[in-house]
């Protein structure tokens, strides 16, 4: 158990729908990553949080927003979704201590098919 | 620009056997760390374990062994004694100092043991 929650773990819905998945990092990790896994796209990193603010941004879609909250749990809003949507988020967490190397710790993953 | 290549898509083997998953990376850093996940078939992203460029030490935990060379850019992982419960994807992940600290993730090694 890597100390990171995600929910949903499974979610099927429709193409064009919105859903939001959750995330709650390890305890005293300030910063929380989202990565998409697709079979033909491998793991894409999509956007970072450190503290509440955005700090890195990687390969997401204009569609897909996040956000951390103040408590520190992090949301991945996924809109307007396409069938190419369908794959495993990851959220992961770590302390962002840079002078450690910043091991990432993911969660469970949240299984998304879109039909 | 970072690159983390595992070569080998798929390896097959039977239960006992020795196994080892090759990592390649490339970086013109000089200070950068190394990680190796394991990603069973439910879906979790298991850290294994971290290195950073300055040990070149080989690590041993269990029937799981980590050779580094700094000269081959390689970052390898064996198993001894294959089990099973090992079939996972493995994958391999780059770190480099002074950049985003965002890991960069090689496209993963799907690990099959037979009984």
């Known amino acids: 158990d890597s100390g990171v929650t995600q929910t949903p773990k499974h979610l099927i819905t429709a193409t064009g729908q919105r859903v939001t998945l959750r995330c709650s990092p390890r305890?005293?990790?300030?910063?929380v990553y989202w990565y998409q896994q697709s079979l033909d796209q491998g793991l894409q990193f999509l956007i970072q949080?450190?503290?509440?603010?955005?700090?890195a941004k990687g390969n997401i879609l204009e569609r897909f927003s996040a956000q951390q909250f103040p408590d520190l749990h992090s949301e991945l809003n996924l809109s307007s979704l396409e069938l190419g949507d369908s794959a495993l988020y990851f959220c992961?967490?770590?302390?962002?201590?840079?002078?450690?190397?910043?091991?990432?710790?993911f969660g469970e993953g949240s299984w998304l098919t879109v039909v | 620009a970072q690159k983390v290549t595992q070569a080998q898509t798929e390896i097959s083997v039977v239960e006992k056997e020795d196994v080892t998953l090759d990592c390649v990376y490339e970086?013109?850093?000089?200070?950068?760390?190394l990680f190796w996940y394991k990603q069973p078939p439910s879906g979790e992203l298991v850290f294994l374990i971290r290195?950073?460029?300055?040990?070149?030490q080989n690590e041993i935990s269990g029937r799981y062994s980590w050779n580094f060379q700094k000269s081959t850019s390689s970052f390898n992982f064996t198993i001894t004694a294959s089990q099973v419960v090992d079939s996972a994807v493995y994958f391999c992940?780059?770190?480099?100092?002074?950049?985003?600290?965002?890991?960069?993730f090689g496209r993963g090694t799907s690990l099959i043991v037979h009984p």
């Open positions: 992961a967490s770590s302390v962002d201590r840079r002078d450690s190397g910043n091991t990432i710790y």
């Open positions: 305890s005293g990790d300030l910063s």
């Open positions: 949080y450190y503290n509440g603010e955005e700090r």
């Open positions: 970086t013109r850093d000089t200070t950068y760390y």
């Open positions: 290195r950073n460029s300055f040990d070149e």
């Open positions: 992940a780059l770190i480099v100092s002074g950049g985003s600290y965002i890991p960069t």
